[in-house]
């Protein structure tokens, strides 16, 4: 299971292109319109009307919501960086997978993963999407704020749309950079040396994470450092003065090495935050072959992407994914910009649970994640959780070969008001409806 913002691997061996894109086909119009523009459908077209609701909303830009409030204080720690927080969402799939190297087979790929306008049009899957974009507009130390895609199931930490920063430096590849480099290594370790941190580290370079070709190792050596004493140096800056570090008690931080296809050596960092590690961002020394799909081949540096949404919800103490895109006074009008305090809680409607069980014609499969945005069409943020009753009711008859399934959606409103029962069949008759209509399944 993946939490909100959580790292690319985690979506790794998901994605079974599904059958239903044939049985789509009939009911596709020919056009969407996307942020007020017009754009031709395909056979890719998955993208749903309730996401393109929610293209235009940007919460890490809206006053005093918690995600404006996140990327400020992230901001504020890197002053001299440039702050970017309005890039379209649309982008290339050349631009989010194959400027930064990922494999042509790569899951987070398919139309079960990510959301498509057409076959050359999608919505960014993270913020790394931006990168070459960024660094060919000639930036060397810059921040990136914006909102994500991700197909995915539906429960209190999963969102299909998330918030993320990401972050990167980069410096000229000859001495004056690898000096400017060095100074700044010496004044981040005296800093952190005066707070209470406690860092569990791994080599900079190993077997498993090694130097980059084109890469001399000292210099690694010296960016690797930096991107760790950069990011350690957030983490005491979020998190240090929440859990009271004192000398007895300090922030603590691990380094764990990982992989993705434009970084090497890559990392993760996870910081220990009310009993539990959390996993904040990924990070690592940039493949220079993203480089020189920037034009700047004599530069070298770092990058790291982190999740909003987790951070906010430990930091705020809020408990459900789905209260960020609330707009229920009771939640917007708790916070001001540039405060983190805790989240009051209000009442909690009851909640409604529908079983829904179906047989798949012979052949056919259903992704869950098909499943959930067919929900998500009709329910909107009223559907809490959304559950494969696996144990219940998954199995395929021996005679027939036809599929049983049963899924239990969990029903609640979040605002202002209870959900009666007749409105919860309601909304329900029209998931089985559409079920039937767009995957001919036979309701059991
Ligand atoms: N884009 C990655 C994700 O969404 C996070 C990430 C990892 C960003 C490594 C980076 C990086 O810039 O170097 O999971």
Not at 94 to 102: A, C, P, R, T, V
Not at 120 to 137: P, W
Not at 192 to 220: F, G, W, Y
Not at 246 to 260: D, S
Request: hydrophobic share 35%.
């Amino acid at each position: 299971m993946r939490l909100p913002g959580s790292l690319w691997r985690n979506i790794h061996g998901r994605g079974v292109p599904s059958r239903y894109l044939a049985n789509m086909a009939a009911n596709r119009p020919c056009h969407v319109t996307v942020l007020g523009e017009e754009y031709p459908t395909d056979h890719m077209t998955n993208i749903s009307p309730t996401i393109v609701s929610k293209l235009p909303l940007k919460l890490h830009t809206q006053p005093s919501h918690p995600l404006s409030t996140l990327r400020a204080l992230i901001e504020s720690h890197f002053p001299s960086y440039a702050h970017l927080s309005s890039l379209s969402p649309l982008v290339t799939p050349y631009q989010n997978f194959d400027l930064l190297s990922f494999p042509a087979d790569h899951p987070g790929r398919s139309v079960t993963d990510s959301y498509y306008v057409n076959k050359d049009l999608m919505l960014r899957t993270h913020t790394s999407a931006h990168e070459v974009e960024v660094f060919g507009r000639g930036e060397t130390k810059w921040l990136l704020t914006a909102d994500v895609y991700r197909r995915d199931e539906i429960d209190g930490s999963h969102y299909p749309v998330f918030h993320q920063t990401e972050g990167a430096r980069i410096v000229s590849a000859n001495s004056a950079g690898m000096k400017e480099i060095e100074e700044d290594n010496e004044r981040l370790a005296a800093h952190l040396e005066r707070s209470s941190i406690e860092i569990e580290d791994v080599p900079h370079l190993s077997p498993m994470n090694p130097c980059q070709p084109a890469h001399d190792p000292k210099h690694t050596e010296l960016i690797a450092k930096n991107l760790k004493l950069s990011l350690n140096s957030l983490m005491l800056h979020l998190f240090g003065g929440r859990v009271g570090a004192t000398a007895q008690n300090p922030l603590k931080v691990r380094w764990i090495e990982a992989t993705f296809p434009w970084t090497t050596p890559s990392f993760e960092v996870e910081v220990f935050f009310r009993g539990k590690w959390l996993e904040i961002l990924g990070c690592g020394v940039i493949y220079q072959p993203t480089l020189d799909n920037a034009n700047v081949s004599d530069k070298l540096g770092w990058a790291f992407g982190l999740g909003l949404e987790r951070i906010a919800m430990v930091l705020y103490s809020i408990p459900d994914i789905r209260l960020f895109w609330s707009q229920d006074p009771r939640f917007l009008s708790q916070f001001k910009q540039g405060e983190i305090t805790t989240f009051k809680p209000y009442s909690k409607y009851p909640a409604c649970f529908k079983d829904v069980s179906f047989w798949l014609p012979e052949g056919q499969t259903l992704h869950e994640n098909d499943f959930c945005d067919l929900v998500r069409d009709i329910a909107g943020d009223v559907v809490e959780d959304v559950k494969l009753a696996s144990l219940i009711d998954d199995f395929t008859h021996p005679k027939t070969n036809r599929k049983s399934l049963c899924y239990r959606i969990n029903y609640r409103s979040m605002d202002s008001r209870s959900l009666s029962n007749d409105e919860a069949n309601s909304l329900n008759t029209q998931v089985v409806s559409c079920l039937r209509d767009r995957f001919r399944v036979v309701i059991r």
